[in-house]
Nanobody
Framework: QVQLVESGGGLVQAGGSLRLSCAAS????????MGWFRQAPGKEREFVATINWSYGSTYYGDSVKGRFTITRDTAKNTLYLQMNSLKSEDTAVYYCAARRGPRATDTSDYGYWGQGTQVTVSS
């Protein structure tokens, strides 16, 4: 059974940085893609970034391109999201997700989800 556990959220000032982690367990993830999504109060869950677990190729949502970086450590089975130049509009609960197959940007493409971690950016 795949389990995903996020950590690293918190309160940060605008312009600051934060790194989220997602510990993945339950199987090997070759052939999988991992993603980060976020959901602000009253809004739909939004795609942030995705990575091919085996090859490390990445893709980003327009709102975070150039500020966020998704990486993975295959030895530790951990996914990361480095967030720089944070803005108040980045405030949301951040979720990591996993799917068997290529990178994807739609929430319905992912079958495994973590419980989420809160990120709050104060202006």
């Amino acid at each position: 059974q795949v389990q995903l556990v996020e950590s690293g959220g918190g309160l940060v000032q605008a312009g600051g940085s934060l790194r989220l982690s997602c510990a993945a367990s339950g199987r090997t993830f070759n052939g999988y893609a991992m993603g980060w999504f976020r959901q602000a109060p009253g809004k739909e869950r939004e795609f942030v970034a995705t990575i091919n677990w085996s090859y490390g190729s990445t893709y980003y949502g327009d709102s975070v391109k150039g500020r966020f970086t998704i990486t993975r450590d295959t030895a530790k089975n951990t996914l990361y999201l480095q967030m720089n130049s944070l803005k108040s509009e980045d405030t949301a609960v951040y979720y990591c997700a996993a799917r068997r197959g290529p990178r994807a940007t739609d929430t319905s493409d992912y079958g495994y989800w973590g419980q989420g971690t809160q990120v709050t950016v104060s202006s």
